[in-house]
């Protein structure tokens, strides 16, 4: 693509060395910039892209997107905010693709992940393509693997990627997982959503948004943009429910999911056992039994989502079910690694996401048995939930065990002693702390019985523990196994 089609995308703008070159790639990181790429110089919290545009003309950028003149003899682009302008360049770089496609999108604090594969499922259920962006990655089926993602939401450059090449894949349906980080950032600016769906807004990430409203108008940009004819999936149990749904515009098609309050999707008569969640669902005059493989009312929650977004797409009920019926869980979702005792690996690390999986493991714990948590809080990320996530643990479980989740370039120790002042009463015979997390798994035997219910929370799907100076392979569900199963 020439330069000059990428500058009639910009408003205000200014230009040095201009020369219309041909741009065969896009690029943010100096290291993997590639001959021909325009090289986008990025203001992030740790470095400033400016400082390596140097470097990635050597590597061969052909032309600059800049918000400063630099000294460099290459083409410059200048605006005002490289990061806010990315998507648009992303966008036209790659065609439009979102406009190719049934683009939807999943935001919440938790649950995202699994909505969107039981969204995938349902689509394929329907004989329909569909591929799949979020946490874990993406990928361009079900029964595929998953390519390795920096973010919930990739960067505009590989994000606009990916989506061209689902489509040129013949991929007309893609399930994306939104955070508020991207939407704050703009990086799903250019997107052409046809559906948007809301989970639930709990504290989380107030370390970036300082306060839960602007977490809240962060994750609302999802639904202001959407287009008349797109439609809306809105939790009607969560207190946020009803300022979501004044933020859509209208001519698009609103569904509402719930248990609690009266809602399109409703949940009827919901039992849980070892094997799952069975439950009515009731919708536009309809009931019909469903029986779950996953658990917990968090996850009948998810299945609803689900099941409404399906509906809104002109699904079949019958096909949803199906679908949903046939759906294992979700990898480091409520994942369950050893029966005898029961160990569960759960992605939770906000403090309603704790809150929920401990009450979801209650559930299956026999009344002469302990429920036993083991978890920590990241690094560098919102501190104020650190003693909120301490009194949960205290408060749902028998036992707990407080140890490091991914400590980045804090002292783990001053972490857990964040954690340990909403922790009321300092047991010894239950209250236990120990740093070292795989330590901490391998003492998970010596205070457990075949009988008990042991939740570890926090870094689910992960393998990786990120610490001060390094990231070293580590799995909860692999050192579990070794500890409970032998293997």
Same mark, same amino acid.
């Given at each position: 693509?020439?330069?000059?089609?990428?500058?009639?995308?910009?408003?205000?703008?200014?230009?040095?060395? =201009?020369?219309?070159?041909?741009?065969?790639?896009?690029?943010?990181?100096?290291?993997?910039?590639?001959?021909?790429?325009? =090289?986008?110089?990025?203001? $992030?919290?740790?470095?400033?892209?400016?400082?390596?545009?140097?470097?990635?003309?050597?590597?061969?950028?052909?032309?600059?997107?800049?918000?400063?003149?630099?000294?460099?003899?290459?083409?410059?682009?200048?605006?005002?905010?490289?990061?806010?302008?990315?998507?648009?360049?992303?966008?036209?770089?790659?065609?439009?693709?979102?406009?190719?496609?049934?683009?939807?999108?999943?935001?919440?604090?938790?649950?995202?992940?699994?909505?969107?594969?039981?969204?995938?499922?349902?689509?394929?259920?329907?004989?329909?393509?569909?591929?799949?962006?979020?946490?874990?990655?993406?990928?361009?089926?079900?029964?595929?693997?998953?390519?390795?993602?920096?973010?919930?939401?990739?960067?505009?450059?590989?994000?606009?990627?990916?989506? %061209?090449?689902?489509? !040129?894949?013949?991929?007309?349906?893609?399930?994306?997982?939104?955070?508020?980080?991207?939407?704050?950032?703009?990086?799903?600016?250019?997107?052409?959503?046809?559906?948007?769906?809301?989970?639930?807004?709990?504290?989380?990430?107030?370390?970036?948004?300082?306060?839960?409203?602007?977490?809240?108008?962060?994750?609302?940009?999802?639904?202001?943009?959407?287009?008349?004819?797109?439609?809306?999936?809105?939790?009607?149990? !969560?207190?946020?429910?009803?300022? =979501?749904?004044?933020?859509?515009?209208?001519?698009?098609?609103?569904?509402?999911?719930?248990?609690?309050?009266?809602?399109?999707?409703?949940?009827?008569?919901?039992? =849980?056992?070892? !094997?799952?969640?069975?439950?009515?669902?009731?919708?536009?005059?309809?009931?019909?039994?469903?029986?779950?493989?996953?658990?917990?009312?968090?996850?009948?929650?998810?299945?609803?989502?689900?099941?409404?977004? $399906?509906?809104?797409?002109?699904?079949?009920?019958?096909?949803?079910?199906?679908?949903?019926?046939?759906?294992?869980?979700?990898?480091?979702?409520?994942?369950?690694?050893?029966?005898?005792?029961?160990?569960?690996?759960?992605?939770?690390?906000?403090?309603?996401?704790?809150?929920?999986?401990?009450?979801?493991? %209650?559930?299956?714990?026999?009344?002469?048995?302990?429920?036993?948590?083991?978890?920590?809080?990241?690094?560098? %990320?919102?501190?104020?939930?650190?003693?909120?996530?301490?009194?949960?643990?205290?408060?749902?479980?028998?036992?707990?065990?407080?140890?490091? !989740?991914?400590?980045?370039?804090?002292?783990?120790?001053?972490?857990?002693?964040?954690?340990?002042?909403?922790?009321?009463?300092?047991?010894?015979?239950?209250?236990?702390?120990?740093?070292?997390? $795989?330590?901490?798994?391998?003492?998970?035997?010596?205070?457990?019985?075949?009988?008990?219910?042991?939740?570890?929370?926090?870094?689910?799907?992960?393998?990786?523990?990120?610490?001060?100076?390094?990231?070293?392979?580590?799995?909860? %569900?692999?050192?579990?196994?070794?500890?409970?199963?032998?293997?």
């Amino acid at each position: 693509m020439l330069l000059e089609n990428l500058v009639k995308l910009l408003d205000n703008y200014k230009t040095k060395n =201009f020369e219309n070159v041909d741009i065969t790639g896009l690029s943010y990181n100096s290291l993997t910039t590639k001959k021909g790429d325009i =090289f986008i110089c990025i203001r $992030g919290e740790a470095s400033d892209g400016h400082k390596y545009a140097e470097n990635a003309v050597k590597k061969g950028a052909a032309a600059l997107f800049c918000e400063e003149e630099l000294d460099i003899n290459v083409p410059q682009i200048i605006v005002k905010d490289t990061k806010r302008t990315m998507a648009n360049i992303a966008s036209a770089f790659y065609n439009e693709p979102s406009k190719e496609i049934n683009l939807i999108g999943v935001t919440g604090t938790n649950g995202k992940t699994t909505v969107t594969h039981l969204i995938q499922r349902i689509l394929e259920e329907d004989n329909k393509k569909c591929a799949l962006i979020g946490t874990l990655g993406y990928k361009l089926s079900s029964q595929d693997t998953y390519k390795e993602a920096k973010h919930t939401t990739p960067q505009p450059p590989e994000l606009q990627h990916d989506l %061209r090449l689902m489509s !040129d894949n013949g991929i007309k349906n893609v399930v994306m997982e939104v955070s508020s980080h991207s939407l704050e950032q703009k990086r799903v600016g250019c997107c052409d959503f046809d559906g948007a769906v809301f989970t639930n807004l709990t504290q989380d990430h107030l370390d970036y948004h300082i306060t839960m409203n602007n977490y809240f108008k962060a994750k609302a940009i999802l639904f202001e943009n959407l287009r008349k004819g797109a439609f809306a999936v809105i939790n009607a149990d !969560d207190e946020y429910a009803q300022r =979501f749904i004044a933020c859509i515009n209208e001519g698009v098609k609103t569904y509402t999911y719930g248990v609690k309050n009266n809602a399109d999707v409703k949940a009827e008569d919901v039992d =849980f056992s070892i !094997d799952g969640a069975s439950l009515t669902v009731e919708f536009f005059g309809h009931k019909e039994k469903m029986h779950l493989h996953l658990n917990g009312m968090f996850s009948v929650y998810n299945a609803l989502a689900a099941f409404a977004s $399906g509906l809104a797409m002109g699904i079949d009920y019958k096909v949803i079910i199906k679908a949903l019926e046939n759906t294992k869980s979700v990898a480091g979702r409520f994942e369950i690694v050893s029966k005898k005792p029961l160990v569960i690996v759960d992605y939770a690390h906000t403090p309603d996401g704790l809150e929920n999986v401990l009450k979801a493991a %209650r559930e299956l714990t026999p009344k002469t048995s302990n429920l036993i948590c083991l978890f920590g809080c990241g690094g560098d %990320r919102d501190t104020t939930k650190r003693p909120k996530m301490g009194k949960i643990a205290d408060e749902l479980s028998d036992k707990v065990i407080v140890t490091s !989740d991914n400590p980045r370039s804090e002292d783990p120790q001053l972490i857990i002693s964040d954690i340990m002042t909403g922790i009321k009463t300092v047991d010894t015979k239950r209250i236990f702390v120990e740093p070292d997390r $795989g330590s901490a798994i391998k003492f998970l035997k010596s205070i457990s019985n075949p009988e008990d219910v042991i939740v570890i929370a926090g870094k689910g799907h992960e393998d990786y523990q990120i610490l001060k100076n390094e990231t070293i392979h580590f799995d909860d %569900r692999e050192e579990a196994r070794k500890v409970f199963v032998g293997v």
